[in-house]
């Protein structure tokens, strides 16, 4: 079992920065693959940006790439994002997500394979 708690979120005007933290504990981190999607009132959850267990490997979401980055530090057990240059369409709650599975490029940008998630935090950018 993996435990996954975000920090990080608040208010931030648009065009700032901000890094969401998600800290896990549990059973070993460094194995997991790890992500994080976002949910804005009213609508479904997104994908934003995903991380091999290693940290080599991303992928991003077309709205956020260029402007965020996912890395992960394994021996502190957490993932980071980082929020560049955000945008009022970027407030939403977001969530780290982790599997124990690499999941496949078809539905690695969809929810179904992250067995894991946190609370969500929540980010507010305004214009």
């Known amino acids: 079992q993996v435990q996954l708690e975000e920090s990080g979120g608040g208010l931030v005007q648009a065009g700032g920065s901000l890094r969401l933290s998600c800290a896990a504990s549990?059973?070993?981190?460094?194995?997991?693959?790890m992500a994080w999607f976002r949910q804005a009132p009213g609508k479904e959850r997104e994908f934003v940006a995903h991380i091999g267990w290693s940290g080599t490997i991303t992928y991003y979401a077309d709205s956020v790439k260029g402007r965020f980055t996912i890395s992960r530090d394994n021996a502190k057990n957490t993932s980071y994002l980082q929020m560049n240059r955000v945008k009022p369409e970027d407030t939403a709650v977001y969530y780290c997500?982790?599997?124990?599975?690499?999941?496949?490029?078809?539905?690695?940008?969809?929810?179904?394979?992250?067995?894991?998630w946190g609370q969500g935090t929540q980010v507010t950018v305004s214009s």
């Open positions: 997500a982790a599997t124990a599975i690499t999941p496949f490029m078809a539905t690695m940008r969809t929810p179904d394979p992250y067995d894991y």
């Open positions: 549990g059973r070993t981190f460094s194995n997991y693959p």
